[in-house]
């Protein structure tokens, strides 16, 4: 990774966690005549910068959105271009995840992938888990809804199972059965290419978050565009649904 100089942030007032959509690779493709794996090649390079940028300014925790379960709509020779990509980039940035101590995690339906994909995320997963320095969260094969549902389930399993009555299901139980149940909410969520949406996107997790929309589509994503969403973070004053 290489160095990168960005704003000086207060820590008091700086976002542990960080959730990126990362969108608007098509339409980098589509402005420059080029086929859509390139727009999602340029994509993985935008995710090394804000990795990096991420780590260097104290984030806790970086979620990026890396493939919607509704992603799989998309034409099959895309698809398959994501998958060959999310494979090779696993493999080539296992020795800077190590080397700047980040733990990696994916989390989603990760049966909807291949046999040999899954053994690769579990390989990374392992050998970073105990890095310490931040903790890189992909979204993959992922809905908010789904999210949802999954956790419903299995809190149904262990009423079933004599483990739990329905008096004790609130939100703090059915929270704990979430994907992201083990981190700290994202306090801020910022989605590139200026779509204002979060399209199935840790519907849970961000009910107080902070929303920064950005129009700079992501395979142009950079140190700047990071330091201006932080900075707009910073400004605002959390309420939580108070005054």
């Known amino acids: 990774m290489s160095e990168l100089d960005g704003a000086d942030f207060d820590s008091a007032v700086s976002p542990a966690h960080i959730a990126i959509i990362m969108d608007g690779n098509n339409r980098w493709a589509k402005k420059k005549h080029l086929p859509s794996i390139a727009g999602h090649t340029a994509g993985a390079a935008a995710v090394r910068r804000v ?9 806790e925790v970086l979620t990026l959105f890396a493939f919607s379960s509704e992603n799989w709509k998309r034409p099959k020779l895309e698809v398959d271009g994501l998958m060959t990509l999310f494979m090779r980039s696993l493999k080539k940035e296992l020795k800077r995840l190590n080397e700047h101590k980040i733990r990696l995690r994916v989390v989603g339906d990760l049966s909807g992938f291949s046999g040999g994909l899954q053994k690769q995320i579990k390989n990374v997963e392992d050998a970073t888990k105990d890095n310490d320095q931040m903790t890189l969260v992909i979204a993959a094969n992922y809905g908010g ?99």
């Open 51 to 59: 990795v990096e940028a991420a780590a260097k300014s104290g984030v």
């Open 145 to 243: 809804r789904w999210d949802i549902a999954q956790a419903a389930k299995a809190v149904a399993k262990r009423v079933a199972l004599g483990e739990l009555s329905t008096e004790d299901i609130d939100e703090v139980i059915l929270g704990e059965h979430m994907q992201l149940a083990d981190l700290p909410p994202p306090d801020l969520l910022i989605r590139t290419s200026g779509e204002e949406r979060i399209s199935n996107f840790l519907l849970w997790q961000t009910a107080y978050s902070e929303f920064v929309f950005l129009p700079v589509l992501w395979p142009d994503f950079d140190q700047q565009h990071f330091d201006e969403a932080v900075q707009t973070y910073q400004k605002r004053q959390r309420r939580y649904g108070g005054r």
